[in-house]
């Protein structure tokens, strides 16, 4: 059986208000528009998540609510803020779905994906995984409480620039 895991760091997030501490920093004007240049892109290639992880920070459910997608089952979690690649992986051993959307931040998410995919991607960005990149990878496993570093075969990966420019 297939599972497809979509990988996302949080979009672009504002420094308008210096006291906000980090947990409640809201997106700015170039990361809404990035969330949502994502989830069209997602709704055009089939991608469509009934499971969505996400780190419980002000600008990972913004995120998620500008991609404008639904999933039946979705979790805001404190242990995805600034996750380690290890933390990450713990989290989504737990998951139930079939199409998993995670969402978090650098650069545990980075170092998730470089560890997650069999082979990186040509492309200059995913080592550095820029705000609203996103991965697309399958996994050949009945659940996802087996999953492995190296596991994941990269579909697709993008950058919020190459969708906007």
């Known amino acids: 059986m297939t599972r497809t895991l979509i990988l996302t760091r949080h979009a672009k997030s504002s420094w308008d208000h210096p006291g906000l501490p980090d947990h409640d920093r809201p997106l700015n004007k170039r990361g809404r528009a990035s969330a949502s240049a994502i989830g069209d892109w997602l709704r055009r290639n089939g991608y469509r998540p009934d499971e969505v992880l996400s780190s419980s920070s002000e600008r990972t459910r913004e995120t998620w609510l500008?991609?404008?997608?639904?999933?039946?089952?979705?979790r805001f979690l404190s242990e995805l803020y600034h996750a380690s690649p290890d933390q990450i992986r713990q989290a989504l051993s737990r998951a139930t779905g079939q199409t998993v959307l995670l969402l978090g931040h650098n650069p545990g998410i980075a170092e998730f994906a470089e560890r997650i995919a069999q082979s990186a991607p040509e492309h200059p960005r995913f080592l550095d995984y820029p705000t609203c990149a996103t991965t697309v990878l399958q996994f050949d496993m009945a659940d996802w409480s087996g999953i492995g570093w190296y596991d994941g075969q990269v579909i697709e990966f993008v950058t919020p620039r190459a969708l906007l420019e």
């Open 66 to 74: 500008r991609m404008g997608l639904s999933a039946s089952n979705i």
